[in-house]
């Protein structure tokens, strides 16, 4: 098969910032030296922006490939005959024991988590909060998991992380800092987790922290919403049990 080859000429055409210094350097001798500082000023950030541009965009890509690498260690099969290389049996990773399987995914959601761009970080940053939960790690667990909480970076992940920590929070007997956490996800317009599944996880906080009434009351308007998921059968449950205790 034949190829066309290109002249230098037709390559550099092809450049953008070749074609705007060559712009510049005829503005150069059609002005003159009047205008040399301010052009000169020009191409720097032109170059600066062109450049940094680039930097950032093969950054970027070399984020993505360490966050797949890594969910891909997060979600490896258990292999006891595993090679010390994950992918040593081929394409898909595998590990001798949970505990370094996600030693390995926690080293790289770590290093995107801290020199990738925002909108990957916050999602290492996620994953290395669940990481650390099922290493037993809580506390820096609970520390990646409010790191993203605050971040506004990608709001789903944000709400994904909320969710976690209220889960925590309850199951530590933490149950203010789980009644903070949901009632401000179940005001939030924008919130995309299901409200229902949300209202149940309050319910269950307030009945622990002794708000037995407040806790059926929100039963009640989540039954009302109209829901008609398997969410709605616990919710009847739940609100079930508790009427009948509080008689």
Do not use: W
């Not at 970076?153 to 800092?177: E, F, P």
């Not at 039963?219 to 709605?232: P, Y």
Request: proline share 3%.
């Amino acid at each position: 098969m034949s190829t066309t080859k290109l002249t230098r000429k037709e390559i550099l055409a092809e450049d953008p910032v070749h074609h705007a210094m060559m712009r510049l350097l005829e503005l150069f001798r059609q002005r003159g030296g009047t205008i040399v500082a301010i052009a000169a000023g020009v191409i720097v950030i032109a170059l600066g922006i062109y450049f940094g541009a680039q930097y950032l965009e093969n950054r970027g890509l070399g984020a993505q490939d360490q966050l797949a690498k890594a969910m891909d260690f997060y979600h490896a099969r258990i292999d006891a005959a595993a090679p010390d290389n994950p992918y040593g049996k081929g394409g898909e990773p595998l590990f001798r024991t949970e505990e370094a399987k996600y030693r390995a995914a926690a080293k790289e959601f770590s290093a995107v988590a801290s020199s990738g761009p925002s909108n990957l970080a916050v999602i290492a940053k996620y994953y290395l909060g669940l990481v650390q939960l099922r290493s037993g790690q809580r506390d820096e667990a609970i520390r990646s998991l409010e790191a993203v909480r605050r971040d506004a970076t990608d709001r789903t992940i944000t709400y994904l992380a909320k969710k976690v920590l209220a889960d925590q929070y309850a199951a530590a007997g933490n149950s203010k800092g789980a009644v903070e956490i949901l009632e401000g996800m179940i005001k939030d317009p924008q919130c995309e987790l299901p409200k229902v599944a949300l209202q149940l996880d309050l319910a269950r906080a307030l009945d622990a922290q002794g708000k037995r009434d407040q806790a059926v009351k929100i039963l009640k308007e989540a039954r009302q919403s109209g829901d008609r998921s398997m969410l709605l059968s616990m919710v009847i449950q739940e609100l079930g049990k508790l009427e009948g205790t509080s008689q």
